[in-house]
Nanobody
């Protein structure tokens, strides 16, 4: 059973920074891509960032490019999301996720491509 636990959310002023963490358990973490998604009230879940199993490739949603950085530490079974220059529109519940399939040279970015999800962590950015 794959288990993902996020932490690091909170309340921050616009322009500030937060770092989210997601610890995975239940299978060999280093074999799988990882992703971050977010969902604001009344909106669909949105792709934020994803990283290849070995950290060799990263992808970002257009709204966070240049401000957010995804990384992973396979020795710690942990994926991170460093969020800088936060804006009120970044306010959402942030979820980490992992696909069921192993992709050697592909990084999924669609919600439906991820089968395992954490419980989410709230990020609130005040103006």
């Amino acid at each position: 059973q794959v288990h993902l636990v996020e932490s690091g959310g909170g309340l921050v002023q616009a322009g500030g920074s937060l770092r989210l963490s997601c610890v995975a358990s239940g299978r060999t973490f280093s074999r799988y891509a990882m992703g971050w998604f977010r969902q604001a009230p009344g909106k669909e879940r949105e792709f934020v960032a994803a990283i290849k199993w070995n950290g060799g490739s990263t992808y970002y949603g257009d709204s966070v490019k240049g401000r957010f950085t995804i990384s992973r530490d396979n020795a710690k079974n942990t994926v991170y999301l460093q969020m800088n220059s936060l804006k009120p529109e970044d306010t959402a519940v942030y979820y980490c996720a992992s696909p069921n399939a192993y992709y050697s040279d592909y990084v999924p970015i669609g919600v439906s491509q991820y089968q395992y999800w954490g419980q989410g962590t709230q990020v609130t950015v005040s103006s």
